[in-house]
């Protein structure tokens, strides 16, 4: 299974930001995906995930700003991020679990397939 991000850049504070996440090697529809970053000496951390019936979750600091979506037909989860700050500046990884049926959770052990990530700058 391969995760290929995209979307990240350069975005002014207050504005929004569309990242991608193409799957390929298998089809996912039944797998919980998620979000992850990791910003510069800081650990990677949660953002947000959805789970095999599109249920979603989200960390704190993402919960009223981000939305995780997926279109399951082109194997493909989205992370809209509005309202960005600095604090949101990290490289952002898509992330697959690899059994299906499984719920998402918080932790990066519990995912088995991660992309290279997309940077996300945010300016002031």
């Known amino acids: 299974v391969q995760l290929v991000e995209s979307g990240g850049g350069m975005v002014q504070a207050g504005g929004s930001v569309r990242l991608s996440c193409v799957a390929s090697g298998r089809t996912l529809g039944r797998n919980a995906m998620g979000w992850f970053r990791q910003a510069l000496g800081k650990e990677r951390e949660f953002v947000a995930a959805?789970?095999?019936?599109?249920?979603?979750m989200y960390a704190d600091s993402a919960r009223g700003r981000f939305t995780i979506s997926r279109d399951i037909a082109e194997n493909t989860q989205y992370l809209q991020m509005n309202s960005v700050t600095s604090e949101d500046t990290a490289v952002y990884y898509c992330?697959?679990?690899?059994?299906?049926?499984?719920?998402?959770?918080?932790?990066?052990?519990?995912?088995?397939?991660w992309g290279r990530g997309t940077q996300v700058t945010v300016s002031s």
């Open positions: 992330a697959a679990v690899g059994a299906i049926y499984l719920n998402p959770t918080t932790s990066v052990d519990s995912y088995d397939y």
């Open positions: 959805i789970d095999w019936n599109d249920r979603p």
